[in-house]
């Protein structure tokens, strides 16, 4: 077994002898001795963790994202170039933009928080180009302030580009690239036994199949934005762990004609481009999936496979007639997507079978989707409801209508009755309100911390309401689309 290896900064590790669920943060902050990079929650909601990571893209560049180090197991980052705060000063000493924009315009009280705060303005100083206010407010969506407030944080976001600096990472690329393509050049998958914990990170699908088919109680792990809190929150045991995050196969988007092609473990912020461009609502809903840190994370096979009633991207993919890819013994399959969900944590996946990937229609002509998400705060915040709607209205009758529900029933659900009583009728007033009597009826909701059972039967109806006026009365202003209006 070959030794997990990374680049930290620029110096190779290679570790052996390690528990594959020791997380990043705890690696940093104990054996590595960088405690620059804090703990604030372990659950990937404050951002004070922060790190960036450096990835070699297919085209030989360097690709860099912001991530929570607190719920990234350590084998994850195999094969990556790990950076933090520490790394980001010249040899001189002289700070990097990031942290000398924040120094100032006192972007820092206590400081707690600064190093998460300073790692993410470092990866987008990598990564855009003078972002607008709005964009600086999207990219730090996942780091948590408690006592400067943002504004100061925000201009220094804004003023680090005026600041002269000649040393950036890119500039040791050389190196680093080298480093990173020895290690990807060298064909020997990870795997890791420690302590009665293994951990396999096979790089291709024949190679998952047959993991699968010798663990199979293996956990899958992807983006590791649900599986890392199982073990920092509800401190599991977890035996057997199959990455899935290296499977060649699973990567990659297919733009097609007439449907998009998704694989299982491309992360929503890969994805969101295409996804934004296809269907604008649909984009607005994965800008507020969690927080920019767990976008660059978390996959779209992980969302659909962990299959949460109150998971974001199913009510908008079931509305949209998505059908996911399923891979096993028996090859491949394919179902619509809601057709996976069978009750609370019970799926239609048959034994060895995992999410291959997603195969999403495109809009045909006269095509109207809309989607919406309820939550109590505009970012890193899980849905009370979601509701996503796609309509087609020929001749003043509705032709074609696809309702996707989140919030509403033990499992992300497809509204047949309330589709049942739209279709054929006219697209109008009366319609609708014997269409909002049957949504009403159509599903039982929960009362949780997240809403009461009947906010959430009202707000789906009135989702309903709000479609409707967006459809036949374009010219009412129902919510703000343009995001510098919100900064
Ligand atoms: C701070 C924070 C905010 C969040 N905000 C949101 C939010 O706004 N909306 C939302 O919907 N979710 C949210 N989540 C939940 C989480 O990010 C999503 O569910 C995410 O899509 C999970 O993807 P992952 O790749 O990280 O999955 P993982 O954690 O790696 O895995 C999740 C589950 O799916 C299984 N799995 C993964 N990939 C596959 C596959 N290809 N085939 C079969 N099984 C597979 C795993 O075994 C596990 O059971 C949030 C999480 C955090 C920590
Ligand atoms: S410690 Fe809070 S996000 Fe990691
Ligand atoms: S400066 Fe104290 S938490 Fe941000």
């Not at 009583?421 to 599903?443: K, M, S």
Request: aromatic residues 6%.
């Amino acid at each position: 077994m070959r030794p997990l290896r990374f680049l930290l900064d620029e110096e190779l590790r290679e570790l052996t002898d390690i528990d594959p669920t020791m997380t990043v943060l705890e690696w940093l902050r104990g054996p590595a001795g960088l405690t620059g990079t804090k703990e604030g929650c372990a659950e990937g909601d404050c951002g004070a963790c922060t790190v960036v990571l450096g990835t070699l893209a297919s085209d030989g560049a360097m690709r860099y994202r912001a991530v929570n180090a607190c719920i990234l197991f350590l084998p994850m980052v195999d094969g990556c170039q790990l950076l933090t705060v520490e790394h980001l000063k010249a040899a001189d000493g002289r700070l990097h933009p990031a942290q000398q924009a924040m120094v100032d315009q006192h972007g820092s009280q206590c400081g707690f928080c600064t190093p998460g705060f300073v790692m993410s303005l470092f990866a987008m100083y990598l990564t855009e180009q003078r972002p607008t206010r709005a964009r600086v407010n999207d990219v730090l969506s996942g780091n948590l302030c408690r006592c400067t407030g943002y504004r100061p944080i925000v201009d220094a976001a804004l003023a680090m580009y005026d600041i002269e600096w000649d040393e950036p990472v890119r500039a040791h690329a050389a190196k680093v690239v080298q480093g990173l393509r020895a290690m990807r050049d060298d064909p020997e998958p990870l795997a890791i036994e420690h302590a009665g914990r293994r951990y396999f990170a096979p790089t291709h699908a024949d190679q998952l199949d047959a993991l699968l088919a010798a663990h199979p109680k293996a956990t899958l792990l992807a983006g590791a934005t649900d599986v890392g809190l199982w073990v920092t929150k509800l401190h599991r045991d977890l035996r057997e762990i199959l990455f899935i995050g290296n499977v060649a196969e699973l990567h990659g988007i297919n733009d097609r004609t007439d449907e998009l092609v998704i694989g299982a473990a491309v992360t929503h912020a890969d994805a969101f481009a295409v996804i934004a461009r296809e269907f604008p609502d649909f984009g607005e809903l994965l800008r507020r999936f969690g927080s920019t840190l767990v976008r660059n994370s978390s996959t779209v096979g992980g969302n659909v496979a962990n299959g949460s009633p109150i998971g974001d991207s199913m009510p908008a993919l079931i509305a949209l007639g998505a059908r996911v890819v399923l891979r096993g013994p028996q090859g491949e399959r394919e179902i619509p997507l809601e057709d996976l969900y069978v009750a609370y944590g019970k799926q239609s996946r048959a034994a060895g079978e995992y999410v291959a990937r997603l195969r999403i229609p495109k809009l045909a002509r006269g095509e109207q989707f809309h989607c919406y998400k309820l939550s109590k705060r505009f970012d890193q915040d899980i849905s009370a409801v979601c509701a996503a709607f796609k309509l087609r209205v020929e001749n003043g009758r509705v032709a074609e209508f696809r309702g996707g529900f989140g919030g509403v029933a033990a499992i992300p659900s497809r509204g047949r009755k309330t589709e049942h009583a739209l279709v054929g009728q006219p697209w109008n007033e009366a319609t609708l309100a014997r269409a909002e009597a049957v949504l009403g009826e159509e599903f039982t909701p929960l009362t949780d911390m997240r809403a009461s059972r009947d906010y959430r039967r009202l707000a789906t109806t009135r989702l309903l309401r709000k479609f409707f006026i967006e459809t036949t009365q374009p010219g009412v202003a129902t919510r703000i689309l343009d995001a510098e209006v919100l900064a």
